[in-house]
């Protein structure tokens, strides 16, 4: 059976950091892409960042525009995890961070085209 699982959620203040973690069982994740998406209350689900295959051990990372400077994903085949490295956080960055698993190696920002999800880490940036 395979699960996605994230943490490292939590409540924050602007300008702070936090990392999540997203950690899967099941199978390995190394050949397929790996994405972050995120949905803010009455929102759209929205992608954040996604981590495409491009070597053995190597991953391309792509953001959505918001995040770019501020977030980096990143892989760590060997516990089958992936990261969200968010910086300089923002009131507008708050949200629920759902971890996603698509079984090709490129990254997309299509919800649909994800095969596997977490069941999401609450994010809530506030003064």
């Known amino acids: 059976q395979v699960q996605l699982v994230e943490s490292g959620g939590g409540l924050v203040q602007p300008g702070d950091s936090l990392r999540l973690s997203c950690v899967a069982s099941g199978r390995t994740f190394s050949g397929y892409a790996m994405a972050w998406f995120r949905q803010a209350p009455g929102k759209e689900r929205e992608f954040v960042a996604g981590?495409?295959?491009?070597?053995?051990?190597?991953?391309?990372?792509d953001y959505t525009d918001s995040v770019k400077g501020r977030f980096t994903a990143s892989r760590d085949n060997a516990k089958n995890a992936l990261y969200l490295q968010m910086n300089r956080l923002k009131p507008e960055d708050t949200a629920v961070y759902y971890c996603?698993?698509?079984?090709?190696?490129?990254?997309?920002?299509?919800?649909?085209?994800?095969?596997?999800w977490g069941q999401g880490t609450q994010v809530t940036v506030s003064s």
């Open positions: 981590t495409s295959r491009v070597g053995s051990n190597t991953y391309f990372a």
């Open positions: 996603a698993a698509r079984s090709k190696s490129t990254a997309t920002p299509t919800r649909n085209d994800y095969d596997y």
